[in-house]
């Protein structure tokens, strides 16, 4: 063995038992966290493991012309991995391991491959480092330390690769020579130095390639770029459906509720903050970030991060954590200010190319909040009471909940005989803005010759505004009775108007033993049209139409098309489009509960969204949700534009075209 | 050193009718609540609690349904709370409840020195804000009535100095103790119960004092000890409310103008 190798063999040895021992101390720390099953349907998590992360699909999706970068990136990595692992080991053993010793045709192709990719490594980084520096976007921290660490010891070891293979080519050692295309143009660099110079110049740089690698390897676990690591098991881990709902929790004495502690979330959330690459296109897409609130979903996510390394080492001698996850304050912590601003619009997890779940996080420190703390804004101790004593948020009295019952011909539900419950909601009957959807509902399913039925002032609240909002208890409660309800009442078939209520009772109430067929109004109606149950007697005329897509109906849920559908079938020309649509819309302001709360932090988000519909000049503004069209009136009136354009809800756009 | 506060348990009025035909209210379905004003009085004495350390005690007369209004209490933070329960106290006024609910003080007291009792300013059922000062009377304790801040309480002096808020005017009270005080529901924000205390509450059991415990003579309770007695219940007559324009009038300015019209034509507001 010569000194060369036994002192590679002992520097080798060090990185890795300390690279290995940093995973230990960060990794073993997310098994603090609560139990969480994404083992389960193995073959679909494969398929989105190749997908999401070696796929990069989110990661090139949308306005990121450079998330190719970074797929360029990605891809020269996994590469270059075959490359650096032979150069370990033939570092180690280099009598034994050696490119040079397979196959020729094969040899050839990988010499020419590494030293092509190599190139377009360093164009990468050399694009990084420009972007960070003169393009930077405000959503990202541009000019981080770490950044242009990591860049540059990657920039550092495609140098080093170039100037090695160079001279060694120059010396007419690298058989290959031939295949190296960019290692021979810098071969012709060296061309005129001494031989002994060049031994020496190659020598250099195997040790500068040497170092540039392990020290790669052990700033890694340290650095944001651990995403590196974790981000391939994270898009397998990633929640198969749809994330619309919260874990719910066991009502027993003495347990905990809610994440007060940072070891009180699943463990997913925490091998989430480990997965982050802090690339900010969560803050970039999120309405309270964007509308200056406290909130910066990308900083959440860090602060979980920093908190756990902070806190787990004291967590896992079972003391208690130094650091708080709520207040703010420190880097680690979050303010509550942030924690309340978040409308659960789940912008940030659409486009999270890791696909990292930041609701249930934030719901999870919510229920902190309000189940062991009971503390909240102020404005949410009436709504509670209201929805606990009055099952409605205003805390009308409950008979008044059928008034609307009156206008229109609305059967109730009877057991056996009616096929549809229509479950209203409480802004569709209690709110006298939204009670005019409710009609022309209704209007609508009789004209239709729908078998339907109401359970008028008995409805009861479903609940999604306490869930989110982290009152888990009285979500649990509200849940409990409206299933136990629906099911003595024999119901199956479920309409639902509120795209708040749709997700609850469909997606919620499944945690709870529910199984009913639950549809949105837009879904039904559209079926209604297309199998000629309801005739379309005009066009409904309501001008230049531009459509609002609800969160919790597009994003939660995947509808998307059938209202667009249903538009031009109402009114024989498709609706125009926000910038801002489908998958990657912009909330209305009111969801997460933030409907019944004060907005006086920033701008309002309703304000936001009904200008960027008022850059279309639309003489109306089409939604699918009744907190849409109260948000949406607001925010035009706000802006006085209210005289210019109107607020329509789907069903009174197709109401105009049956009469 | 302790505080009683008194809650009643109140059906939910804004949801009660009157039989216009028996003169009685229509309680059937309509829930309970606790008193409002009792809330405010309850957030109070668990504010001093929390500053001062006082144990508080909180007691209710009604029927044992009122338990219920009781656990809610406990799961609010109270340390201790007693129903008072006896169908002979049935058919009480404000004389008779005051005298069982100042006896029942006075057994506290023997446990506990009592210092401080609080009440609500009035009922939202029965309304007439005389059980808080006929307690005091009994008790010949202090009374501060329509309290809406406590400014200090001197346990060294044994003095507490309130803020009452009267029309037009505040005043200042400075009171040794003990004292009887009523409070109005802008003195604080009530809290919300946290899940652990709601659970523990849920298992409690609450002590459940009738006049076996008591030992009052039965002329000073319920019915017989009451003073008064409820002839006849009924709303008045009202005349049907009238909408102006409706959703035709869009703009206010114009709704206005119709309103003072029809004010003017019925002679009820002049422009001269
Ligand atoms: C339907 C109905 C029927 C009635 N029938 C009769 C009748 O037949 N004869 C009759 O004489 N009177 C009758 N009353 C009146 C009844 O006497 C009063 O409700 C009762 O005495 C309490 O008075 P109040 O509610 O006005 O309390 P207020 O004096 O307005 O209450 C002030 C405060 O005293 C405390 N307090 C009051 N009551 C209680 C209680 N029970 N337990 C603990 N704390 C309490 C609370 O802190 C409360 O905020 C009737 C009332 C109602 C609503
Ligand atoms: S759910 Fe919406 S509001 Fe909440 S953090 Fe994500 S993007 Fe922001
Ligand atoms: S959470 Fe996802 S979207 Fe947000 S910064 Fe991290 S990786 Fe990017």
Redesign the interface.
Known sequence: MTAQVTIFAIVFAVAVIFFLWSCWQRFSLVALGLPDNRIDRIGLRIWNMLLYAFGQKRVVAGKYPFGWNHFVFFWCFLILLIANTEFLFHGLFPDIIALSKLPEGLYHALALIFDVVSLLALIAVIIAISRRLWFAPKYIEAKTVDAFVILGLVATLMIAFFSLHGSGIALGEEAAAAWMPISSFVATLFRDLPAVTLANVKLIFWWVHAFALLGFLCYLPYSKHMHILTSIPNCFFKSIDKVNTQTPEV???????GAGRVDRMRWKDLFDSYSCTECGRCTDNCPAANTGKELNPRLVIHDIKINLLHNGKLIKQGKAPELSLIGGGKEGSIKEDAIWACTTCGACMEVCPVSIEHVPKLVYMRRDL?????K?P?EL?SL?ENLE?RSNPWGI???ERSRWVAEVNAPSFEKDKTEYLFYTGCAGSLDTRNKRNTEAIARILNAAGVSWGTFGKDEKCCGDSARRLGNE?LFDRMARENIRMMQEAGVKKIIVECPHGYNTIKNDYKQFGADFEVIHHAELILQLIESGKLQLKNKADAGKIIFHDSCYLGRYNGIFDQPRKLIEKATGKAPMEMDRRRETSFCCGAGGGRMWMEETEGTRINIARVTEAMKSDPDTICVCCPYCVTMMEDGLTDIKASDKVKVIEISELVEKAIK | MQIVTCIKQVP?T??VKIDPVKGTLIREGV?S?INPFDAHALEESLRLKDKYGFKVTAISMGPPSAEVTLRNAIALGVDNVILLSDRVFGGADTLATSMVLATAIKKLNEEDEVVLVLCGKQTIDGDTAQVGPGIATRLKYQQLTSVDHIENVDLKNRTITVRCKFEGRYEILNSCFPAMIAVLREIN????????M???SQ?YKVTVWDNKVMQMNENEIGLKGSATAVRRIFSPDRAMGQILGGDDVQDPEEAARMLINKLISKNLISLQ
């Open positions: 009502f027993k004495k003495d347990n905990v509720y309000v189940e062991m703390q009971a909240f102020d101790l509670f004593n009295i409950p008979a208890y | 939910d804004t949801q829930p609540i924000r009530p809290r919300y119960p946290t899940v652990p709601r659970l523990m298992d």
